[in-house]
């Protein structure tokens, strides 16, 4: 019996020991599959980080080449409207124009401070070239129009009025075409302006003549008309 009782305790240790260990090997399967899915999920994000940054690039490079294109293409541009509608032709020239404004449209829209060099020298480009527009179409008129017409000669002789050629026609309602949206805003401006002199002139003949007197004394001296006389 006293032998029993060492080999007893020898074997509880042992089944301890074997409880330990598989304690031990449970954690460490279980550490060893969340190691798996770390390194799966690292990578996952890794994959990820990159794709985003290569598409990050990607936008950047196709920003940059955005930016470019219109400084790149502004010498041909130029060349176009240097030419003018005549030897440029009048159909290339329109649609050089049209290029210019969408390329200015889109650099202002950008708002960087880096275009703002060659949105410069795309403005003053499209105002040369509106000009020269502008031009050809007087021109136009002037060579397809008669200098002087009298009709009672086409009248008594029962001949028509010489009309515009069809070719001339065509041109001169691209032109307008081209051109209608700066009349407009022009004759916008100008049309608010003469508004505005002619609403002041309303007010001042409401105004009694001492006032008036009044208004233009303080005007003189840096002020404004407070207090009615």
Known sequence: MAVDAPLAAHHVIDEEARAEVDVLNTRLEQTTQLTRKIQACLGRLEASSQRQLGSNVDAVLAAIDRLRQPADSKDDEQHVIRAGPEKAGLQNYLSSL??????????LTS???????????????????????????????????????????YVTKDKPFPVLQEDTLTQLGLIYEHLKPIFIRIFSQFG?????????????????P???????????????PSVRI
Do not use: Y
């Open 98 to 107: 049209k290029r210019l404004n969408k390329s200015t449209s889109d650099m």
């Open 210 to 224: 001492r006032h008036q007197w009044h208004e233009h004394i303080c005007q003189g001296l840096g002020g404004t």
């Open 192 to 208: 608010r302006g003469k508004r505005f002199h002619r609403e002041e002139k309303e007010r001042r003949s409401r105004v009694s």
């Open 111 to 153: 708002n960087l401070r880096a275009n703002q060099h060659t949105i410069n020298d795309l403005s003053h480009l499209i105002e040369d070239g509106n000009a020269k527009l502008f031009d050809h179409f007087t021109r136009l008129l002037k060579t397809g129009t008669p200098h002087s017409i009298e009709p009672l000669h």
